[in-house]
């Protein structure tokens, strides 16, 4: 968990999903708090959603290392993948988007419930908005806990530009990422599409960022 001093000065030039470079702000601080807290929660069940790109993968990679948790994505779910499951306490089912089968959904849940394990499911849409074929499923997807990661506040759009730029080895001068987070659309997909554009302008006229360079892009 970083403050902003500290990402000017620290952050590595390579992508990762440690604990100390997950930026804490009022958008994510309740699902982080989470995280950090387990076992301490109310039910064995979380839901973490949010728009792509706002986060969610950072935080069960620190909760997979932290707390030694299997990662399932949704298409991988089958019989055999659920009874390898009993093997871990702490289980994550990444990039959930309702296209598994749901009687394997049910499965999972029923794990859960009598092994008393833990489960985390990333997903954009919150899953007790789904309408599930199984009544029973809509049921238990409502007895979760559910963290929402909201829209990025200013100082969270600035981390993320930061550590965007820190991934790619890019320097850029502080003036230029407040000029930026000035005018950005408050939304994850559109700073990370905005990080790739400006990227691949920078490479292909082979020259630092400037306020030019962005203003072509926002």
């Keep these: ?119 985390i499911i990333n997903s954009v849409l919150p899953i007790n908005e789904i309408k599930f074929e199984l009544n029973d499923l809509n049921s238990r997807s409502k007895n979760c806990l559910f963290a929402k990661i909201d829209s990025p506040d200013d100082e969270l759009i600035f981390a993320l530009i930061l550590k965007s730029f820190s991934d790619r080895q890019i320097v850029i001068e502080k003036k230029l990422i407040e000029y930026i987070v000035k005018r950005i659309d408050r939304s994850y997909n559109k700073i990370s599409e905005f990080i790739y554009k400006i990227d691949e302008l920078s490479l292909k006229k082979k020259k630092p960022i400037n306020i030019k360079t962005i203003k072509e892009i926002i």
């Design 1 to 119: 968990m970083k403050d902003l001093n500290q990402l000017l000065l620290n952050f590595k030039n390579n992508k990762n999903f440690n604990y100390e470079d997950f930026y804490v702000s009022k958008s994510n601080f309740f699902a982080f708090q989470l995280i950090d807290k387990w076992p301490k929660w109310e039910k064995n069940i979380l839901n973490i959603y949010g728009e792509r790109f706002s986060g969610k993968t950072h935080l069960i990679k620190i909760f997979k290392k932290k707390y030694q948790a299997h990662i399932v994505d949704e298409n991988q779910l089958s019989d055999d993948s659920i009874k390898e499951l009993k093997l871990h306490e702490n289980i994550i089912l990444e990039n959930f988007h309702n296209l598994m089968n749901e009687r394997l959904l049910y499965s999972l849940f029923n794990l859960v419930d009598q092994d008393n394990k833990y489960l």
